[in-house]
């Protein structure tokens, strides 16, 4: 029998600016739950992302000098980079710049016109240009700004296509009081009465201001609508409308949705109703969190408060993060983010709570009875309150992540650890460790608080995946019996279990030194930040790109070459297999340039190669360097030809 599915996503995030600690929530919120869902047995897609296009990228590239491909490559990179160091197992990852997306919108939105929901008219309102959004008169504030980020608007009229709204009208209400897609539900009233009953206005589906978007496929002065573009990325990363992928049939409708409460509308509106004019499925849920706060202002970098889970993560590891933010956060409202509660949280129910269980445990066995358990038992007191606790667990957890309350899914589990805490106090082992004649008694103390932390920790191997096989090695449950399938009933480790003493897990932090640390970061983040808005530090680089000197370009070896000979690599959609005459000899080099360049336009140029790059095959082609092509504002390439120079002449 083929296993259930299971498809979760997070919003694709906007790379204008590295990752923050509130883009860490949804995506370690979202890979908790597909961890714990593996774990279940279900056949997981866990999707997370990238939303590249966009007026804002265009510009901010462009204040850089760079391309807006260039710009958001870079900080792609940091994303990535922070998804591994948090230890998010996503199972897909879409650029909404990658081809088959590109393609893929481009079919939706003709498939929208052709159905007669889009149409041409032409807009004019009030503009918010960091939002990319036009509101009517109604929905901005109550000083005449954007309802979204408070910045003033301006008056605006383009050309634009638009989406008939009005068809979904009905369809919109009904799915979100009628049915469980909202959660939490009580959002429902503010959606209808702001946005439905008002009448719901045609929705503008594509820009002819600015160029960095998805060129509309029959009109190509516009660009699609960045939201159109960015919501489809649930599909297209299935392989709706493309042949990239093949999974939209098994994993669409999408279970979870997980957004915060800024995006809920397109996802609560646009996005349903995008769905229904294609005739596709809704998904299941929609689950909107609050933002995490930091000493109760919203996160902005102009604030300076912007919380760096790198920092963070190196200081007290990425499972101390994922906890203190799963448990701070409840659906639907926000948490607050400050780094003493973070620090008291992590001192209180990883140090002294989960952290102490486990190593007075392990100690006492290693103590009491060399680090194996005899297999004598005697039942006592206490025994079966802690057993029935710890044996209905699961089930509590189960509810909890289905529901997408991971506080409360945490909180469950902690309460366990309290249990088994008091259960040390109450059979008070260090007394029977005295009495010879209490061995069995205490074997069986031992045990029950073995098992007991054998099944949290099963359960916190979703939340907390790096720490977890630490305490399983400590309290020695084998991978076997580890698993959720075992979590559900007590007495799974073997009666003469062998423990493994180890280092602590989760270390006690020193709160005054650490805190004295970390607010002196956050006010070096508020005077940069105050630094850059005044002007000061406007020739910073992006972060994450680090300067070079004159030593590191002279490592590379630039050289012109002529091509001799081009053609398609036959694997691949992207490559071209240029053969070059570089002055000494005949080399090949792969480039990936075949969406700008038919091969007979290459064929007699000179170009320039980074001629002592380490060879690669690419594709099966053994590629000797690489040619040097520019990245265009208008997102096309350019070889740069250098036709009246010898070939062979090293450029510096
Ligand atoms: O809105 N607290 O991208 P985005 C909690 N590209 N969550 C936060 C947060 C905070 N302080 N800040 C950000 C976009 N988030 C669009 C989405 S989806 C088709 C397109 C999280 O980079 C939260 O999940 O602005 C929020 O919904 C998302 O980041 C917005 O990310």
């Known amino acids: 029998m083929s296993k259930a599915k299971f498809y979760i996503t997070t919003p694709i995030y906007y790379p204008s600016g590295n990752p923050h600690i509130g883009h860490c929530y949804t995506t370690v919120a979202c890979d908790s739950i597909a961890r714990y869902k593996r774990m279940q047995g279900y056949d997981v897609m866990f999707l997370t992302g990238t939303d590249e296009h966009g007026l804002k990228i265009e510009q901010k590239a462009k204040e850089q000098g760079i391309t807006p491909k260039q710009y958001v490559d870079e900080i792609v990179e940091i994303f990535k980079k922070l998804w591994k160091y948090m230890n998010v197992d996503y199972d897909r990852y879409i650029r909404t710049t990658d081809d088959y997306h590109v393609e893929a919108v481009q079919k939706i939105f003709t498939a929208l016109y052709e159905k007669g929901y889009i149409y041409k008219g032409e807009y004019s309102g009030n503009y918010c240009t960091p939002c990319e959004s036009f509101w009517t008169d109604s929905q901005l504030d109550e000083d005449g700004c954007c309802p979204e980020c408070h910045r003033p608007v301006k008056q605006a009229k383009e050309e634009a296509y638009f989406m008939k709204m009005a068809p979904f009208a009905e369809r919109l209400e009904k799915l979100l009081t009628e049915t469980d897609y909202l959660r939490p539900k009580t959002r429902a009233t503010e959606l209808v009465n702001n946005f439905i009953k008002p009448g719901l206005e045609d ?3 594509s820009r002819n201001s600015f160029k960095w978007g998805i060129p509309v496929p029959f009109d190509k002065d516009h660009v699609v609508y960045v939201w159109v573009d960015a919501l489809s990325n649930y599909i297209t990363a299935l392989g709706y409308d493309n042949n ?4 939209y049939d098994k994993f669409w409708p999408a279970d979870v949705h997980m957004v915060a409460k800024d995006i809920m509308r397109f996802h609560a509106i646009t996005w349903p109703a995008i769905l229904m004019a294609l005739d596709l499925p809704i998904p299941k849920h929609l689950a909107v969190h609050g933002w995490i706060t930091f000493n109760g202002q919203k996160m902005s970098k102009s604030l300076g408060n912007v919380v760096d889970p790198f920092v963070l993560g190196e200081r007290y590891g990425a499972d101390a993060i994922r906890y203190h933010i799963l448990r701070e956060m409840a659906l639907g409202s926000d948490s607050s983010f400050s780094n003493e509660i973070m620090i008291n949280r992590i001192n209180t129910d990883l140090a002294n709570g989960l952290g102490n269980l486990v190593s007075r445990t392990v100690a006492m066995v290693e103590k009491y009875f060399g680090g194996t358990l005899p297999t004598e038992r005697e039942h006592g007191e206490f025994d079966d309150e802690l057993i ?16 997408t309350q991971l506080n409360n899914a945490l909180a469950e589990i902690f309460k366990l650890v309290s249990r088994a805490n008091k259960y040390i106090d109450e059979t008070t082992p260090w007394i029977l460790g005295k009495d010879e004649s209490k061995k069995a008694r205490l074997a069986s103390v031992l045990y029950n608080l073995l098992d007991t932390i054998r099944i949290a920790a099963t359960l916190l191997s979703a939340f907390m995946p790096t720490t977890m096989p630490l305490v399983f090695e400590q309290i020695g449950a084998s991978k076997e019996i580890a698993v959720y399938d075992n979590a559900g009933e007590f007495g799974k480790l073997p009666l003469d279990v062998t423990v493994k003493k180890g280092a602590a897990i989760f270390p006690r932090i020193d709160v005054e030194k650490e805190i004295d640390e970390l607010n002196e970061i956050v006010k070096k983040n508020a005077e940069k930040a105050k630094a850059a808005e005044s002007g000061e530090a406007k020739s910073d680089k992006p972060e994450g790109v680090a300067l070079i000197g004159i030593d590191d370009f002279a490592k590379v070896e630039l050289r012109t070459a002529k091509v001799t000979a081009c053609e398609p690599v036959k694997k691949s959609k992207k490559l071209l297999k240029l053969t070059l005459d570089d002055g000494s000899g005949t080399r090949t080099v792969a480039s990936g340039i075949s969406q700008y360049y038919k091969p007979e336009e290459l064929i007699g140029h000179t170009v320039i190669i980074v001629a002592n790059l380490k060879p690669a095959k690419l594709c099966g082609v053994e590629s000797q360097g690489m040619i040097l092509a520019a990245d265009c504002a208008d997102g096309n390439v350019k070889v740069i ?12």
Do not use: H
């Open 203 to 205: 929705l503008c589906v």
């Open 244 to 247: 990239a992928y093949n999974d």
């Open 388 to 403: 029935a606790e710890a044996s209905s667990l699961r089930d509590r957890v189960d509810e909890y992540v289905e529901n």
């Open 641 to 652: 030809f250098a036709d009246d120079i010898p070939a062979g002449s090293k450029v510096r």
